[in-house]
């Protein structure tokens, strides 16, 4: 699929952040999705809700991960991408409309909380700001010797079709789809035998499953030298899973997501946010080198998602 991306990327011309958020960060949540849509269908908001923040939290921290693997230097140093700041600027703007939801008067219109509109709404909006902020950039990152540019390495592959990496590339993202009805199904079945609570499934069971296609990926990318469509990759996937609870929403029929939530669930909301703005310093600050040759902001993401899990685990 890392493959498929990049060369779609190439040939159609939209560049390597924006296919990475887009097309390939999407495509790898389809499991994910899947998995909230069916707990929150089932009644089980908690279930639903963490699934999306804790895969957040997970996806954030593969990034990190991905950092260890380019030895050259710090990974949001090489990957410097204006459209990727723009877009982790909308996803925190996109995880604190839940806290607003959670906050407000639980009013729904047809079932549904009105942030769960806003939610989509914003979603649309930031793909628009994406492309125009790849398209015409109002400003540039500096440029070193460890700066990687989007440039096709095939001169040829802009002028091929991207048709036939597109439709391969929708055949795997169904796959990765139905998995996630099975993992659904494999959680409910969890839940009830172990008599684990739903947020700690969620957040580190399903969530953690779910992105396993997104740490491939990002990894498989970094190993391309696609540095762009790694960065692009976890932060659009993210922006993309934020959108699982405007769906669970829809799913959640016993009234407002929102307001069925507990403080497990906002405590993975509010790690995601921090994990968020801590990759989005260090993308403007882009340490050169660090500690084991990456950035402050990968140390900090490994520290804080470690300490969300261990709470979690003795909390749970």
Do not use: C, K
Not at 178 to 196: N, P, T
């Amino acid at each position: 699929m890392t493959a498929l991306a990049d060369q779609i990327a190439d040939r159609a011309g939209w560049g390597e952040a924006l296919v990475g958020g887009l097309v390939l960060g999407a495509a790898t949540s389809l499991s994910g999705l899947v998995v909230s849509v069916t707990g929150a269908a089932s009644g089980d908001a908690s279930l639903a809700f963490s699934n999306g923040v804790g895969g957040i939290a997970a996806q954030t921290v593969f990034l990190a991960l991905a950092d260890l693997g380019h030895r050259r230097a710090n990974l949001e140093h090489a990957a410097a991408e204006p459209a990727n700041l723009i877009q982790g600027v909308l996803l925190m703007t996109l995880l604190t409309l839940p806290l607003v939801g959670y906050a407000a008067p639980p009013i729904t219109i047809l079932g549904l909380h009105p942030i769960t509109a806003v939610m989509i709404g914003m979603y649309v909006y930031g793909l628009r700001v994406t492309r125009e902020v790849r398209e015409a950039p109002m400003w540039r990152p500096v440029q070193t010797d460890e700066t990687r540019e989007d440039t096709p390495e095939d001169p040829e592959e802009a002028e091929r079709s991207p048709v036939r990496p597109a439709i391969i590339f929708a055949g795997l993202a169904l796959v990765l789809a139905l998995s996630g009805w099975v993992i659904a199904q494999s959680a409910g079945v969890l839940i009830q035998r172990s008599g684990l609570s739903s947020s700690l499934v969620g957040a580190l069971v399903t969530a953690v499953l779910t992105s396993l296609p997104e740490l491939v990926t990002t990894l498989a990318a970094v190993r391309r030298g696609a540095l762009q469509l790694a960065v692009g990759g976890v932060i659009g996937g993210n922006m993309f899973d934020t959108l699982f609870l405007a769906a669970s929403d829809i799913a959640y029929r016993d009234g407002s997501l929102y307001h069925a939530l507990g403080t497990e669930d906002l405590y993975w909301l509010a790690t995601g946010l921090l994990m968020t703005a801590i990759l989005l310093a260090g993308q403007i600050r882009r340490q050169r080198d660090g500690p084991a040759g990456i950035g402050f902001e990968s140390v900090a993401l490994l520290a804080v998602y470690g300490t969300a899990v261990t709470v979690q685990a003795l909390s749970g």
